[in-house]
């Protein structure tokens, strides 16, 4: 069964490929796992070269029980899982299984970038029993045992965006056992409720935190985030298409790096959903998460702070961090203005402040519209060994909520003393309602070796808090009372 699931697992990722060889026969093809057809792409049909069925073969991700492997200059390629490896060259007919040598009848080759590789070599020699129908044009595999037809949900094949490498079993048809559209949540399962891209950002809305697994891959570039014992909720399916293999995609334009996204329900028991970043070129990203269900993912040009050599001064070292800037805006508020002006206008002013404070040294991630990355952030507070790390943000949230009021987030225990002096300051400072200090697995929060904060100063969603966090008086008051907490926690 070990082999009957990869040899699944393995086909629908080699049916999921745009760009049959022209070489194939034009005439709609089927391929039948123990009586129940795997869907083909439209753009992917397998193709008949030489009286034999050849599929495209993409790029199994590494790491879940099988490799495939391409090695660019001498065209080989190498399938592997357990006890079972399979390597064959383009253009070349002698491939090998194991320590065996086997002679194909016709050799794999590359159409349009796309590999094309024999059917029957590949079911047969890992463990399926593989017939051709000339008639119907179909190709039937057998399990061993005879075949219940796991692994393939209502006769329904992963095709775009189920990302190779990844099981793609059990897609489900739309609907459920209750008669609804959406899939019914364990007791554990997350709701993705929402999905937007704007401002250099892909965020993912959950009905609850979610430790996504994001990870880069090639050929062609994208980023793909994985996001265990998800579903889709209803909320999701009225804003976003579906359809009804549980997959949907919209295009992003006028995106120097982002071509378009999609996304899947993935896996079935447990669910998980799958998002991927179609990319132009490679890109570098962070992820952050706010413990309550926002996932962000931040396509970054980072701009690297250089530390100024240590003073030795016997100083407290302090590290204040204006957030978002340059290509990351952040938030935009109800009068149009942008987060990262307010973060960085009383970063500035804090600035002023400690440069009257002789037993304080302090840097500044950034003193200018730049961008920064979040680990370089992190990295420059720990290189200079900082004292405390100050994070500037302002908060938003989507409608129907409109909440007003400031927040402090803290993610290691060791911050929560900091947290609380810096919280008291905030709320004397904003005179805004007192949403508490929170628990958050931040990046500047959780990498920083030092305790650290970030305060989310106001919500620029709200019509009071906005009117008040672009007023000069206001800034003043906000970066006096930085200054007083990080006083009173530094004892000076």
């Given at each position: 069964?070990?082999?009957?699931?990869?040899?699944?697992?393995?086909?629908?990722?080699?049916?999921?490929?745009?760009?049959?060889?022209?070489?194939?026969?034009?005439?709609?093809?089927?391929?039948?796992?123990?009586?129940?057809?795997?869907?083909?792409?439209?753009?992917?049909?397998?193709?008949?070269?030489?009286?034999?069925?050849?599929?495209?073969?993409?790029?199994?991700?590494?790491?879940?029980?099988?490799?495939?492997?391409?090695?660019?200059?001498?065209?080989?390629?190498?399938?592997?899982?357990?006890?079972?490896?399979?390597?064959?060259?383009?253009?070349?007919?002698?491939?090998?299984?194991?320590?065996?040598?086997?002679?194909?009848?016709?050799?794999?080759?590359?159409?349009?970038?796309?590999?094309?590789?024999?059917?029957?070599?590949?079911?047969?020699?890992?463990?399926?029993?593989?017939?051709?129908?000339?008639?119907?044009?179909?190709?039937?595999?057998?399990?061993?045992?005879?075949?219940?037809?796991?692994?393939?949900?209502?006769?329904?094949?992963?095709?775009?965006?189920?990302?190779?490498?990844?099981?793609?079993?059990?897609?489900?048809?739309?609907?459920?056992?209750?008669?609804?559209?959406?899939?019914?949540?364990?007791?554990?399962?997350?709701?993705?409720?929402?999905?937007?891209?704007?401002?250099?950002?892909?965020?993912?809305?959950?009905?609850?935190?979610?430790?996504?697994?994001?990870?880069?891959?090639?050929?062609?570039?994208?980023?793909?985030?994985?996001?265990?014992?998800?579903?889709?909720?209803?909320?999701?399916?009225?804003?976003?298409?579906?359809?009804?293999?549980?997959?949907?995609?919209?295009?992003?334009?006028?995106?120097?790096?982002?071509?378009?996204?999609?996304?899947?329900?993935?896996?079935?028991?447990?669910?998980?959903?799958?998002?991927?970043?179609?990319?132009?070129?490679?890109?570098?990203?962070?992820?952050?998460?706010?413990?309550?269900?926002?996932?962000?993912?931040?396509?970054t040009e980072s701009t690297v702070v250089?530390?100024?050599?240590?003073?030795?001064?016997?100083?407290?070292?302090?590290?204040?961090?204006?957030?978002?800037?340059?290509?990351?805006?952040?938030?935009?508020?109800?009068?149009?203005?942008?987060?990262?002006?307010?973060?960085?206008?009383?970063?500035?002013?804090?600035?002023?402040?400690?440069?009257?404070?002789?037993?304080?040294?302090?840097?500044?991630?950034?003193?200018?519209?730049?961008?920064?990355?979040?680990?370089?952030?992190?990295?420059?507070?720990?290189?200079?060994?900082?004292?405390?790390?100050?994070?500037?943000?302002?908060?938003?949230?989507?409608?129907?909520?409109?909440?007003?009021?400031?927040?402090?987030?803290?993610?290691?225990?060791?911050?929560?003393?900091?947290a609380n002096v810096m919280h008291k300051?905030?709320?004397?400072?904003?005179?805004?309602?007192?949403?508490?200090?929170?628990?958050?697995?931040?990046?500047?929060?959780?990498?920083?070796?030092?305790?650290?904060?970030?305060?989310?100063?106001?919500?620029?969603?709200?019509?009071?808090?906005?009117?008040?966090?672009?007023?000069?008086?206001?800034?003043?008051?906000?970066?006096?009372?930085?200054?007083?907490?990080?006083?009173?926690?530094?004892?000076?």
């Open positions: 069964m070990k082999k009957l699931r990869f040899i699944v697992l393995f086909m629908l990722c080699l049916l999921a490929v745009p760009g049959i060889s022209q070489a194939a026969s034009p005439v709609s093809t089927h391929i039948y796992l123990d009586g129940h057809e795997l869907t083909q792409p439209e753009k992917a049909q397998a193709g008949i070269v030489d009286g034999n069925v050849m599929v495209p073969l993409r790029v199994v991700l590494e790491g879940l029980g099988y490799d495939v492997a391409w090695e660019k200059k001498t065209g080989s390629v190498t399938v592997s899982q357990a006890d079972t490896t399979l390597k064959f060259v383009i253009g070349e007919k002698l491939a090998q299984s194991g320590d065996r040598e086997i002679t194909l009848r016709t050799a794999p080759f590359l159409q349009n970038n796309t590999t094309l590789i024999p059917l029957r070599f590949v079911g047969e020699e890992m463990g399926l029993q593989v017939s051709w129908d000339n008639k119907t044009k179909s190709a039937h595999l057998y399990s061993p045992d005879g075949g219940s037809g796991s692994g393939v949900g209502g006769g329904k094949s992963a095709s775009n965006p189920n990302e190779e490498g990844r099981t793609p079993e059990n897609v489900p048809q739309q609907g459920n056992s209750n008669g609804g559209g959406s899939t019914v949540p364990s007791a554990t399962q997350a709701m993705l409720n929402g999905i937007s891209f704007s401002d250099n950002r892909l965020q993912l809305s959950a009905s609850s935190d979610i430790e996504p697994s994001v990870f880069k891959m090639d050929g062609p570039d994208r980023i793909v985030i994985d996001l265990p014992q998800t579903s889709f909720s209803e909320q999701f399916a009225s804003a976003l298409s579906l359809d009804d293999t549980m997959r949907g995609e919209f295009a992003v334009t006028d995106h120097p790096s982002v071509s378009q996204i999609r996304y899947a329900l993935f896996t079935r028991n447990p669910d998980t959903v799958r998002i991927v970043l179609d990319l132009k070129a490679p890109s570098p990203y962070s992820v952050t998460r706010d413990g309550l269900g926002l996932i962000t993912i931040d396509l250089t530390p100024p050599p240590s003073s030795g001064n016997g100083k407290r070292i302090v590290v204040i961090d204006p957030g978002h800037g340059g290509t990351q805006p952040g938030a935009t508020s109800k009068s149009k203005k942008q987060e990262k002006d307010f973060t960085l206008a009383v970063g500035l002013k804090v600035q002023a402040l400690l440069e009257q404070e002789p037993d304080i040294d302090f840097v500044l991630t950034r003193t200018t519209d730049v961008t920064v990355s979040l680990q370089d952030r992190a990295k420059l507070a720990n290189d200079l060994n900082a004292d405390i790390f100050i994070s500037i943000h302002g908060n938003s949230i989507d409608p129907p909520a409109n909440p007003s009021g400031s927040e402090t987030y803290y993610t290691r225990e060791e911050s929560i003393p900091l300051h905030l709320v004397a400072a904003t005179g805004l309602a007192d949403r508490k200090v929170r628990y958050s697995s931040l990046h500047v929060t959780r990498e920083t070796k030092m305790p650290a904060v970030l305060l989310e100063v106001g919500y620029l969603s709200h019509d009071k808090d906005d009117a008040l966090m672009y007023s000069e008086d206001f800034q003043q008051s906000v970066a006096e009372g930085i200054v007083a907490g990080i006083k009173e926690y530094l004892g000076l």
